[in-house]
């Protein structure tokens, strides 16, 4: 059995010797020197330099944030007011993408908190490397791999049932489906659900700014714009799906004509999805035949363009894998009419930064969650989907002498 | 005379180049067809070949993905006209396909799968034996896929006997009752691929059973198959040591694209009928690729006017063979390899809901 994983048989048991374990304060030096040596470690390690996943938690994780974050911990807005620990929480990430939870892993460490994290036996390869990475770092008797239990298994209501029970706060990496199926195990009457359900995101580039840029530009606009595209194969929640060509309707043309030229020119190098094209395909011409979509590039195999109605019903319809729906708005108005709850990521470029801070308060109303440049797409950050991790974390206890 | 007329008197005898030329006419005019009458058709081909393309080889030619029958109506037809709707097997979970025929398209599909068949039935009714269950026939207004497909095929036999019982179990009486009716002259048995290898050939036990008279018709894939590792050739050598059965012809065909009928010839493979043909596009850019390569099969047919079904993307992998000289039957030759694999779920989103066990 992969080391630091826990079977379904044993988890009872461990459970049970987990919570005897008490929580640590919020924000502990030894904490923020083992999230350090984790992050160090991802980063020195030649066999995983390739890893984007793993990279991009590096990233995330590295000293200075994580350090900032503690400090954050450690400080509250009164001396009557003391920030401690939630207590347990239960994570269960996404069945094909065990690295998110080392987010929601990492956050509930920092905070002090026990954490029960649910693993798919469908990734134990990637599992297996994350623990590994994890258990190197080592955290010593009172870290917080002493206060965590990995937890391998399938599809066990009694499973859940007992860890959903137990905790105090349950994270659910979703989609909408995974968090209603998670949701038929009740919590605790005391604790609470932290839920990263089904989410929209897309891009919005200046029109004027795409015609008028140098090829230089372009490129580099390209380049980020296929990372963020190509990531994850463009499932991820914040992978933009649909384009917002911003300006006016004239310039639309030209600027995708730009656009194309630019993606011609790139040298990004995607290995074959096994398929995608068929399915592409299968997207287009359904799309193609109720009229929401049209004037489809195929040439490129690694990234689609269509023009699509993002006001019509199919407007958030999408089959990821490489395709990009455009279509027009005159102004950010326009934009804002779109946004509806449910939506995450805008991600910008060429945008009048004024004219982004105008119209933010009314996306964010609508319900945009988050507001990037082109290339951080998928950047994670404390604040997602809404929340604050660090005080979704922690607790408030008050104190009057 | 016609191509599809000239090919119903005589499927695998045109010559390649005459076939190649008349059949892109052929296809060129029933996709102008599908254009003018079909909206939805007219729109997949505006968005993703443009308003006018250039129709000036068989690759040049729109084509439509088969998943798309799941979901839209495809119909170039009135309403009224529409004789019979077939739905498709499809997997589980997934929608079914809707094929619409008027009458005109359901009569070419039945004189073209007569024609393919009588090249190697002859041209009497044979005393048939078909490994399914009766029950599989029981609704006629819109058979599934499987039943159409012995509907089609019951036309070429008389004596129809079904030798599975409801739970699809071989009924060994029923087998040797028949078998005990025509004890001399040829037989045909029909039925799809895994139920022949499981419930007829897996079914005869040690002593087998004498069925050297038959021709075996089978269709449907090799997929459920491949679980347990059996390729065509080991069907083939398994068949003749367990029953004596020689002559065994393959079919490739789906719902989507009625009287499509891709026969394997006696050097096993698949062949193409004058009036359909085959082109393998690359998997990634959907460019067709040459004979020796395999990637995704896309079929064409001049048969269907009253759906666009003429010319699918399909979802399985195949490769064109080069043309051999001298070979009995004309027309193109290619092997199926298998099926595209479905998404691989990625990111965020996890669908993994269903099914959640809990202890009682």
Not at chain 1, 62 to 89: F, H, I, K
Not at chain 2, 3 to 23: N, Q
Not at chain 2, 201 to 220: E, Q
Request: neutral net charge.
């Amino acid at each position: 059995m992969t080391p630091g994983l826990v079977t379904a048989a044993e988890a009872p048991e461990r459970l049970r010797r987990l919570e005897a374990q008490p929580c640590a304060p919020p924000g502990a030096d030894d904490t923020v020197a083992f999230l350090d040596r984790v992050s160090q470690l991802i980063r020195r390690d030649p066999a995983l330099r390739s890893d984007g996943e793993l990279q991009s938690l590096a990233f995330h994780f590295r000293r200075a944030v994580v350090e900032r974050l503690a400090a954050e911990l450690r400080a509250v807005p009164s001396p009557n007011l003391l920030r401690v620990a939630r207590g347990t929480v239960f994570h269960v990430p996404p069945t094909n993408v065990p690295t998110m939870m080392v987010y929601s892993w990492a956050y509930a460490a920092l905070a002090g908190c026990r954490s029960v994290v649910r693993l798919s036996p469908r990734a134990l390869d990637r599992t297996t490397l994350l623990l590994d990475v994890l258990l190197r770092a080592g955290s010593g008797e009172a870290g917080p791999l002493a206060r965590s239990l990995f937890v391998s298994y399938a599809r066990d209501g009694s499973l859940n049932d007992l860890f959903s029970r137990h905790c105090d706060l349950r994270v659910i990496w979703g989609g909408d489906a995974s968090i209603d199926s998670i949701r038929r195990s009740p919590l605790h009457p005391l604790a609470r659900d932290v839920v990263f359900g089904d989410r929209f995101s897309f891009c919005v580039l200046d029109v004027a700014a795409l015609v008028g840029a140098t090829d230089d530009a372009l490129d580099a606009l390209v380049a980020r714009l296929l990372g963020d595209v190509l990531a994850f194969d463009q499932a991820a929640c914040s992978s933009p799906r649909r384009v917002f060509l911003l300006g006016p309707a004239a310039d639309a043309g030209p600027a995708r004509q730009r656009l194309s030229a630019a993606l011609r020119r790139s040298p990004v190098v995607q290995d074959p999805v096994v398929g995608r094209s068929v399915r592409r395909f299968s997207f287009t011409a359904t799309m193609a035949a109720r009229g929401a979509v049209g004037d489809v590039s195929r040439d490129d195999p690694r990234l689609w363009l269509a023009a699509g109605d993002a006001f019509g019903p199919d407007g958030r319809e999408h089959s990821g894998e490489g395709l990009l729906l455009l279509d027009q708005v005159e102004t950010m108005d326009t934009l804002t009419r779109f946004v509806r709850k449910g939506d995450q990521t805008m991600s910008h470029w060429g945008v009048d930064p004024a004219v982004l801070r105008d119209a933010f308060p009314a996306l964010a109303a609508a319900g945009l969650c988050r507001c990037v440049p082109v290339g951080r797409s998928l950047q994670f950050s404390r604040h997602w989907d809404g929340y604050d991790l660090l005080a979704e974390m922690t607790r408030l206890a008050t104190v009057e002498t | 005379m016609t191509l599809f007329d000239r090919a119903i008197r005589a499927p695998f005898a045109i010559p390649e180049d005459e076939k190649r030329r008349e059949l892109l006419d052929a296809l060129v005019e029933v996709h102008h067809l599908h254009a003018a009458a079909c909206e939805p058709y007219r729109r997949v081909v505006t968005a993703h070949w443009g308003a006018t393309p250039t129709l000036a080889t068989m690759a040049d030619l729109p084509f439509l993905p088969v998943s798309l029958f799941k979901t839209e109506t495809l119909r170039s037809v009135p309403e009224a006209e529409v004789v019979s709707v077939v739905r498709s097997s499809g997997t589980t979970g997934d929608r079914v396909s809707q094929v619409f025929l008027d009458r005109a398209t359901a009569g070419r599909q039945v004189a073209a799968l007569a024609a393919i068949m009588r090249t190697v039935l002859g041209d009497r009714r044979l005393p048939m034996l078909i490994v399914d269950a009766r029950e599989t026939l029981a609704d006629r207004r819109s058979p599934s896929a499987r039943a159409a497909g012995i509907l089609g095929l019951m036309n070429f036999g008389r004596d129809h006997t079904f030798v599975l019982d409801r739970e699809l179990e071989l009924q060994r009486d029923v087998l040797d009752a028949f078998l005990a009716r025509h004890p001399e002259g040829p037989l045909l048995i029909f039925g799809f691929t895994f139920l022949v290898w499981s419930r007829l050939i897996g079914a005869l036990g040690a002593s087998g059973a004498d069925l050297s008279r038959a021709t075996l018709i089978h269709s449907g894939g090799w997929k459920k198959l491949e679980a347990e590792k059996v390729d065509n050739a080991t069907f083939r050598r398994v068949a003749q040591e367990v029953g004596g059965i020689r002559r065994i012809h393959n079919f490739y065909g789906m719902a989507e694209q009625v009287g499509s009928v891709f026969l394997e010839d006696t050097d096993g493979r698949l062949c193409a009928p004058a009036f359909a043909d085959v082109i393998i596009r690359d998997p990634e850019t959907l460019a067709p690729l040459p004979p020796g390569q395999s990637g995704v099969v896309q079929v064409l047919s001049c048969l269907p006017t009253s759906y666009p079904g003429h010319s699918l993307l399909t979802e399985d992998l195949g490769v064109v063979h080069e043309a051999v000289a001298g070979a009995e039957w004309q027309g193109t030759r290619f092997s199926i390899l298998g099926r595209l694999p479905r998404t691989q779920l990625r990111g965020c989103s996890d669908v993994i809901a269903a099914g959640v066990e809990r202890a009682p």
